[in-house]
Each structure stands twice: as structure tokens, then as C-alpha cells.
């Protein structure tokens, strides 16, 4: 009797995970015929059930979010090793983000399928290959459904909302790191150091065939042999693999309220959104954007569909990416200058056979004025421009080093945040480095994400000794993190620090001067400095708009005076050249 209880004991431990009674890994979306996507508790209810019974997947609790929630990474493994920095010495690693966007959930379900049928065998398991994903990035936003905000989105039924719990929109936010989520993000990302990152997204925009469209990372701006394998390679095989699974495929279709038979532009990702951020550590990026119009559900098989052979592509090249890789972060090092900001080379361009509507502009019943109406009975296939190559508009030599005054702690905190090596001073030193005035800029007239960005910098130089206190930073940029460096800390980069308002303190005057006195001192200032008096002078005669306002005249004196602060417009971040 005993042998046989222990028989009996075995068979029930020897039973496989997909047969306990417990576990029912049939998606939400599944379940209700592909017209529901599952709520941010029974995605984690799931993949908690998921690593229980098979021990490929395992998921952690990685830190907050803005909504008080945890935000979670899901890893399968094959060979059930879930320490990164093991994982990194013979596999490449994917990072799947999930529901950035909850409106857009097509992610989170296709993913959910993705990793049940990797450990159930319903897809051959990749030998080289990790898979980790943020499986509802935006907790707040998913936490807040509704039916109707997705105003033009083709179901699923109900869905998150694109703000997060602070109503921020977190694929701007990757950059300036203002809620919870995007740390996080920072802290998982570097943990993990994927070599591809997809983000899972819904287009908005015109109407035509395809499902899917792809937005890869601009590979100009990723640069060098890691940004021409992204063009010539990983993309073109994205799309011959998609074909083969019966999918189409086009760039993404990046026109607003237009038929776009004209032709289009790639998008340019800066930093603030998912691709331009892991574009920095040279991650190979890209947003999956399926059409908001098609059905739910065939719009997560198609996400499906593209995550399964982006696994693919990884699994056949991943010893290329990862010397690509590699080769890249050491090549960068060595750049003497260093591209800011890019615009399309009209002069480069390729033709893709688009599949699309006609459209026709018909009077508004509503307006009475023009607008534009698709007509789907007329499906057409055209050649098509598409502007896919940029050029730089700003460049900037490379310093050797930055000098960071400890009291601009939130921006050295975002530099710890992601892995930035820095040394700090032990003793008070003075360096003769390379200074930054703020010359001029402008600045949005609206809000943009809980700030007002300025645009359109300019900088004077100029070579200055400072003193540096004990506890201050020296960050050379000849490490990992050279391209965050450089797009964070040079102020005309479109998102560095300062356009993103970190700095706004330098750009206030804080001392000024009483006009009744200051005449008898700005006298004497002219007096004892001729050269200034001719200039002034010149002004004066040149500029009539300056030769009628009495206080213009003082100002100018005065900001040309030693008493003038020296802190207004005084870029506080300084270079190291030589």
C-alpha cells in the first residue's frame, strides 16, 4: 500500500504544469474571441501563474510607478538563469514594452500568448535567445479603462488610458525622467542591457492596407556599421519574414490628414521616446505601430506575428548584433565631433510599393469646408517616396570631460540613474575649462509635458578657469554612456537638460540695480573703460530703438560692468578639452 501511494505521489509531481487543474493560461483576449484585452491584474495574475508552473519564466517586482503599483519584468529563459549579467555572456537579449499607451493593449496580450506558447512548445524555443518584458508598462493609464478615448481605435472593447496616474504621457518621458515609471524603466533597462527593444504601439494617422507598420530607430542618427545592419539588414528581414507569414508590412506611415501617395518621412526619434532613449546605449530599437482601424483582433496576431520573428532575426544574427554592438560602443568613443540634431537629406530617398485608399476631399457636412474621405472600394498600389535618410543641421566637438557642480543634484541623479561613470573631486581644485553662456533661445508658448521646452539654443564660448569645490563631478565621456552624455549635456541638443527646463535658474537675473544710482556708477564705468564708452557710443547712434530707452542704456552698461552677476546665463555644466 505504501509503494503504491508513492507511485501515485510521483505521477502527481511528475504531472506537467499545462495539466494542473489551477492553472488556465487561455488569455482574457482568447477567451472573448479577440475582442477583449486583459486588465493589468489578470496580465499579472497570469504571468504570476506562468512562473509558477514552468520555471523558464520568472517575474520581479523592479519598483514604483506614479500609481503607486509595482512595475514588473517578466524574463523567459530555456535554461531557467535569470542573472542578466550571466545571461549576457552567451545569449542576446530582447526587451518587449508593453501598454506605454494602455489604449493601445495590443502588446500586452500578444505577449502574454508570445511566452505561454514559448514554454508550452507550441513554438520552437530559441537556443540563443532571452526574451524580458515590462508586460503593462503605463500602470496608472491601464488602471483607468474606458470605451471611448480611443475616438477612431477599431476595438478592442474596453482599454487604459494614454495618460499615466500624473496624467503624463510616458514615450516622452524617457529622457527627463519625471514620473516613477520612466526611474524605473532606467533602473530595468540598465539591469538588463537588451540588444533589441520593442515597443508595442497603435498608430493614429491615414488610412490604408496594412495592419502593420514598422518604426525602426533612424539609422543615420544611430550611425556607423550598427546603424547600416539596421537598414540593410534587421529591417529588410523583418519584412521578407512577415511576408512569409502571410503579413505586410511598411514603414511607418508618418502624414497627418492626407492620402499618403505623395509620399512620406521616416520619423525622427529623439531621446525623449522609447527608441530614441535605448538608441543611446546602442540597442537596436523599434515601435511596432499595427492600425488603429483594423480589428483588435487581428491586430495583436500581427504583433504576434512580428515579435515571433524579431526572435527570429536575433536567434540567426545574434554573434553579428553582438559584435556590432560592441565595436559600436568603442568606435563612438573616438568621435572628435558629434551630431545634435538631423533633418531629412531630400537627396536621399527609396520607393516603396505602398498599399493604400484613394481618397477624395469632399465638402464637410459639419464645417461646410474641405475635408478628407478614404474610399476603401478603392484599394490601390502605388509607388510611393519615402524619406528615410537624415543629415545633421548641429554638430559639436566631443570634450574629453564635463565639470558638474554637485548643487545641480537632479541632473547627477539622473546621470546615476543610468549607469553614467563619474569621479567625484576629493579636494577643491581649479580647472581651466571650456564655458557655455547661453546666447539665445526660445520657448514653447504652451505646455508640453509639465514643461515649457525651450528650442532654437545658441551658445558663446569661451575658455575660463573655475574653482571646483570637494564633492563636485568629472565625467569623462569616453565610457558606455558617451551618446546620453553628450544629448543630455550639450544645451542645443533638442533634448538635452537645459531645453528641458533643468537649468531655467541661470536663465533669471537675480541682481539688478537701482537706475537713480546706478547713472552716477555707470559714468564712472564709462569713464575708466574708453573702449566701452565707444561702444557704447556706437550703439547708441546705430540702433534708434536703443538711443530712445533710457533704461536699455543703463542695462547694457551695467551687463557690461564687473557689476554684473556672473551667474545669469552661465551654463553651469563646463568642458574639458584637452
Sequence with gaps: MKRILCILLFAVACKSPNENPDYDFETHFEKTGGSETATYRQTIKYYNDLAEAYPEISID?????????????????????FDFSEIRKNKRIILIN????????????????????????????PKNTVL?????????????????????????????FRGNARNYDLNRDFIKCDTENAQTFARIFHLVEPDVFIDNHVSNGADYQYTLTHLFTQHNKLGGNLGHYLHTKMMPQLEKKLAEKDWD?????????????????????????????????????????????????????????????????????????????????????????????????ATKTSILDFKGFEGEIKKSEITGLDRLKY??????????????????????????????PQGW??????????????????????????????????????????????????????????????????VYTRQKAFRYLIETLEPQAPD???????????????????????????????????????AFAAKKSGEMDFATNWYAQLDWIHKHSKYYEKAHLQYPVYRIVD
Design 132 to 160: 524580458a518584458t515590462i508586460p503593462v508598462y503605463n500602470v496608472g493609464g491601464s488602471l483607468n479603462r474606458n470605451s471611448t478615448t480611443r475616438t477612431n481605435q477599431n476595438g478592442p472593447k474596453e482599454y487604459g
Design 496 to 534: 538635452s537638460f537645459f531645453n528641458w527646463n533643468f537649468f531655467d535658474t541661470v536663465l533669471q537675473q537675480k541682481e539688478g540695480f537701482s537706475p537713480y544710482v546706478w547713472e552716477d556708477k555707470a559714468l564712472e564705468v564709462l569713464a575708466d573703460d574708453p573702449e566701452l564708452y565707444v
Design 375 to 404: 474610399d476603401r472600394s478603392k484599394p490601390f498600389t502605388k509607388k510611393v517616396t519615402y524619406q528615410n535618410h537624415f543629415k545633421p543641421t548641429v554638430e559639436v566637438d566631443v570634450p574629453k570631460a564635463y565639470m558638474i
Design 98 to 125: 508593453n501598454g506605454i499607451h494602455p489604449g493601445e493593449p495590443d502588446g500586452i496580450d500578444a505577449t502574454m500568448m508570445l511566452f505561454r506558447d514559448l514554454v508550452q512548445g507550441h513554438i520552437s524555443p
Design 249 to 345: 508590412i511598411t514603414p511607418y506611415v508618418n502624414v497627418f490628414n492626407r492620402v499618403p501617395d505623395l509620399g512620406f518621412s521616416q520619423f525622427m526619434d529623439y531621446p525623449r521616446y522609447s527608441s530614441g532613449y535605448t538608441t543611446l546605449f546602442n540597442t537596436l530599437g523599434m515601435m511596432v505601430e499595427t492600425h488603429m482601424l483594423k480589428p483588435y483582433k487581428q491586430r495583436v496576431e500581427g504583433t504576434y506575428g512580428l515579435m515571433i520573428s524579431m526572435m527570429e532575426i536575433t536567434e540567426e544574427n545574434g554573434e553579428t548584433i553582438a559584435e556590432l554592438r560592441k565595436n559600436a560602443s568603442l568606435e563612438i568613443q573616438d568621435r572628435k565631433t558629434y551630431a545634435l540634431d538631423w533633418e531629412v537629406d
Design 61 to 81: 517586482s523592479m519598483g514604483k510607478t506614479d500609481a503607486g503599483k509595482p512595475l514588473h519584468l517578466v524574463t523567459y529563459n530555456p535554461d531557467a538563469v
Design 409 to 474: 543634484w537632479n541632473v547627477i541623479d539622473l546621470l546615476k540613474l543610468n549607469a553614467v561613470e563619474m569621479t567625484l573631486l576629493e579636494k577643491d581644485t581649479t580647472i581651466t575649462v571650456e564655458s557655455y553662456n547661453i546666447l539665445s533661445y526660445e520657448t514653447r508658448k504652451t505646455p508640453y509635458e509639465g514643461h515649457y521646452m525651450h528650442y532654437g539654443t545658441q551658445i558663446q564660448k569661451s575658455v575660463r578657469t573655475v574653482n571646483f569645490a570637494k564633492g563636485d563631478y568629472l
